[in-house]
């Protein structure tokens, strides 16, 4: 039995390998529009958080799964369009709300900048072994909190302690079984990528 990784193919996601076709215009718009998709249906897998008006999602996950398998510049097409339709009121951010008035909007810009940090790492490899999806998750996830806890505080008024209390405390226990779960996923995808290859 072999335990021999797949080569690391730097310079390329999941998505790249995908067979060619002649329209390749056309397959990275339905990656886009998927990657879209998927955030938004894993942003309605919400579980509220008793004290913080900030729901547990599958959104975040996704966000970073779409970089990490699409790349830096679709996963950020893919994070602009599942923003871009929420704030024009289609009612997929977390819990079925929409526009960027509410609280949680600061994380859903941090998972555009996210997608696409974790989409360029992705590209030189970070998702290749489990040690390295693990830093690139980690670093994923400390993007969408740079940008969502300071944003939770200003749209409500809360001080940077309670907004840390309430909008990053509570998330990192499953924000660290979700790198789990990437870590195992995405290592896993290579590796079944180079028996095929």
Excluded: C, E, N
């Excluded at 369009?81 to 941090?110: E, K, Q, R, T």
């Excluded at 079984?177 to 290859?197: D, N």
């Amino acid at each position: 039995m072999s335990t021999a990784a797949a080569p690391v193919r730097t310079g390329a996601v999941l998505a790249d390998l995908l067979p060619a076709v002649r329209h390749r215009y056309a397959v990275d718009t339905a990656l886009v529009v998927g990657g879209a998709a998927l955030t938004g249906i894993a942003a309605q897998i919400a579980v509220p958080i008793p004290g913080s008006p900030v729901p547990v999602t599958g959104q975040t996950f996704a966000a970073l799964l779409v970089g990490a398998a699409l790349g830096a510049r679709r996963g950020f097409l893919s994070l602009a369009v599942y923003a871009l339709v929420g704030m024009a009121g289609i009612p997929w951010f977390a819990g079925g709300s929409s526009g960027a008035g509410g609280a949680s909007f600061g994380y859903v810009l941090g998972m555009l900048l996210a997608a696409t940090v974790v989409g360029d790492l992705a590209r030189r490899g970070g998702d290749r072994s489990v040690l390295r999806t693990a830093g690139t998750m980690v670093l994923g996830s400390a993007i969408i909190y740079a940008v969502g806890v300071p944003y939770l505080a200003l749209s409500t008024g809360m001080s940077a302690s309670a907004a840390i209390a309430a909008g990053l405390v509570p998330f990192l226990l499953g924000d660290a079984l979700k790198a789990a779960l990437a870590m195992g996923a995405l290592p896993a995808a290579w590796k079944l990528v180079g028996r095929r290859g």
